[in-house]
């Protein structure tokens, strides 16, 4: 059970987080209501962005708390039109504990040529995982979209592409999901520059994506006998 402190704490978290994505230009603009960020609350809830409103403006008491049927228990304004997707995340991976959509721009790249992004640099695929993968399309908002996004999350990564549409970064809270952003942005923007010189472009090792996998499984699962733990004490 997440106690009024604590929440208090997670929503200006996610207000830190929202100022910072807009004004770097991850949500596509800087005066629009593009993407969203949630983070969960207790076991069965999430705190989410509301849906039309700009993030300069927004404040903690525009933020929905939604139960993973997406029924309101707090908050006076409508939630984001891709709370269902959130919720799709959070029911797939007890371990991920926070969510950031984005609309950034390398990232929006690979989005329209439809095409996933290799392990290129070790340090971020410790942290995304072995290779970004892109989700079919479906309409914004739409179960469809959240069926698309729930497919993928057995691959355990915490970086997707969404064909058409932007990108879904996960943490095991928002600072892990905020950072893994930033990451995928690196990622996404040398690619493209080394796709645009016609040379070969050298994926890792597969000895070092071999470790990068184990060790990746390795911390799920003990972050998972961890949440167990628990929820059991």
Known sequence: MTTPEETAALKQEILACNGWLSSH?????????????????????????PSSLSYD????????????????????????VEAGLHAAVYRKRPEIRAIVHTHQPF????????????????????????????????????????????A?????????????????????????AWLNAELLEKACQVYACALSTGA?????????????RDTRRFLREEKLKTLSGNRSG
């Open 200 to 212: 070969p472009v050298s994926p890792l090792p597969e000895a070092v994506r071999n470790v990068i």
């Open 107 to 150: 990232a929006s790249v690979f989005a329209l040529i439809n095409r996933p992004v290799p392990a290129l640099f070790d340090e971020v695929a410790f942290k995304l995982g072995e290779q970004v993968e892109i989700i079919s399309y479906a309409l914004s908002g739409s179960p469809e979209l959240a069926a698309n996004v729930a």
């Open 57 to 80: 403006e927004m404040t903690a008491e525009d933020l929905c708390l939604l139960d993973f049927d997406l029924n309101v228990r707090a908050g006076a304004r409508r939630p984001s």
């Open 25 to 49: 230009g991850y949500f596509g603009t800087l005066r629009g209501t593009g993407g969203n960020v949630s983070v969960r609350s207790g076991d069965d809830a999430f705190l989410i962005t």
């Open 152 to 176: 993928r999350m057995d691959n355990h990564a915490h970086a997707y592409i969404i064909q058409n549409h932007g990108a879904l970064l996960l943490g095991a809270d928002l600072a892990e």
